[in-house]
């Protein structure tokens, strides 16, 4: 998640172009398999009020949401992603086993191609296939990060100007049409979900719970 740095920085008063790769789970443009990764992009930019943040993945979803609706019996819309022979599923636990679709078509699919490569050699990490350690904890991870910070100085005048324009832009839909700008949705969901907590499947929480059996045993064992 590049966001929590992304409003880090701009908390700072600094300016954060990040990126990152991922394990192969994006099948290229007209491809059948998975060839790169998900490489998110985000941007945080210091505004009066609250700071713009754009954290988004060059997939068309992240593989998050893929286990998010496999862990609830949920089918997934057909143009998300391909089972493992290469075929279009809504199926999300065979989605699991095969590769996500990349965001806008080739547009995405070409955005998330010159990440892979510009992280690659700027990061020395490794690419494509060859990425490991993201999905597991057993695998040294290999994967390549990118953070560009910039201190735009103290601008009072711009950081009320871009404020003033993002209000524009969120008023542009008319009486009724809202339109958000990139952040605003997640903000509202983490005010949520701080007041009224965070709806888990049911799956998962079994997970959760055998899992702090298992460190509680641990623990007591050590002991």
């Known amino acids: 998640m590049l966001a929590w740095y992304a409003q880090r920085m701009a908390a700072q008063g600094l300016i954060l172009i990040a990126a990152s790769t991922s394990e192969a789970l994006v099948h290229p443009w007209g491809g059948r398999r998975a060839m790169l990764g998900t490489n998110p992009l985000a941007i945080g ?19 998050g949401q893929i286990h998010d609706h496999a862990l609830r019996g949920q089918q997934i819309p ?35 191609l010159a990440l892979e490569l510009l992280i690659t050699c700027l990061a020395g990490s490794a690419i494509g296939t060859d990425v490991v350690g993201t999905l597991d904890s057993t695998q040294v991870c290999n994967k390549g ?29 008319g009486s009724d049409q809202t339109v958000s700008v990139p952040g605003d949705r997640a903000m509202q969901v983490r005010a949520s979900n701080l007041e009224s907590g965070i709806t888990l499947a049911d799956d998962v929480w079994r997970q959760i719970q055998r899992m702090a059996g298992r460190q509680t045993q641990s623990t007591e064992q050590q002991a």
């Open 45 to 63: 930019i210091p505004i009066a009020g609250k700071p713009f943040i754009l954290d988004m993945a060059t997939s068309v979803v992240s593989m």
């Open 145 to 173: 990060d990118l953070f560009i910070v910039i201190n735009p100085g103290e601008r009072p005048d711009l950081a009320r100007q871009l404020s003033g324009y993002l209000d524009a832009v969120r008023g542009s839909g």
């Open 78 to 112: 057909a143009h998300w992603a391909l089972d493992a022979q290469g075929q279009a599923t809504t199926d999300a636990a065979a989605a699991r086993q095969g590769s996500i679709a990349p965001f806008g078509e080739a547009k995405g699919y070409a955005l998330g």
